[in-house]
């Protein structure tokens, strides 16, 4: 079992661009959750796909968008992007919406210049 | 308002020595509880989970955690901390309403000497 996959692990973007993060859940897991964790942060929930559709939402603008496909994998887009932007991205998959254990991929940290 | 209070920002201990790292959560039905630890620049990794039952939780890597309701507290312990103990620890709480998202204590980051 591979578990939670995040890619890419780095990248670095200039201000006003777009970003794409991908997760691929741990094998049997329908439930895909985002996080934004700053430097020195505890993480912050953005939200959490089930079914292939935005269930829950943080306190996030309308920047921070995302997909869930077919095969429970998932996309977080961030359009715009600011300099507070920069973060760890870590994707949490669990089953039925969440109320269960999360187990985290290692993130992809996310540098906007 | 609903919070998670990790009210240690650094702890630092003597290898060897034992260690407890508060949490409290100001929820009104108990929530799920966890503790995560995290290596520098890393992922998650979660120590232990707490869901009903006994209020003594055992966990990974010689970890434990009591639940205690009437203070709204959910401490992490180990007897013996090693140096590969030293890392950032959330406590985390997943509040039992309609909202399943994981709300996150602000860390504790542990320093071990040698």
């Known amino acids: 079992d591979a578990g939670v996959t995040q890619s890419p692990t780095h990248l670095i973007k200039t201000r006003g661009q777009q970003v794409t993060l991908r997760c691929s859940p741990k094998?049997?897991?329908?439930?895909v959750s985002w996080y934004q964790q700053a430097l020195g942060q505890g993480p912050q929930f953005i939200f959490q796909y089930y079914e292939e559709e935005e269930r829950q939402r943080g306190n996030f603008p309308d920047r921070f968008s995302g997909h869930q496909f077919p095969n429970y994998s998932s996309e977080l887009n961030v359009n715009a992007l600011l300099l507070g932007d920069s973060a760890l991205y870590l994707c949490?998959?669990?089953?039925?919406?969440?109320?269960?254990?999360?187990?985290f991929g290692q993130g992809t940290r996310l540098t906007v210049v | 308002a609903q919070s998670v209070t990790q009210p240690d920002i650094h702890i630092t201990v003597s290898e060897g020595a034992s260690l407890e790292l508060r949490c409290n959560y100001s929820?009104?039905?108990?929530?799920?509880l966890f503790w995560y630890v995290q290596s520098p620049g890393q992922g998650l990794q979660l120590l232990l989970k707490y869901f009903s039952g006994d209020t003594l939780v055992q966990g990974i890597k010689g970890f434990e955690a009591e639940f205690k309701r009437s203070q709204s507290s959910f401490n992490l312990r180990k007897p013996s901390v090693h140096w590969s103990d030293a890392a950032e620890y959330f406590c985390?709480?997943?509040?039992?309403?309609?909202?399943?998202?994981?709300?996150f204590g602000k860390g504790t980051r542990l320093h071990i000497l040698p």
């Open positions: 094998s049997g897991h329908d439930t």
């Open positions: 929820y009104g039905a108990t929530p799920y």
């Open positions: 985390a709480v997943v509040p039992m309403n309609r909202d399943d998202k994981i709300i």
């Open positions: 949490a998959s669990s089953l039925d919406r969440g109320r269960t254990e999360a187990f």
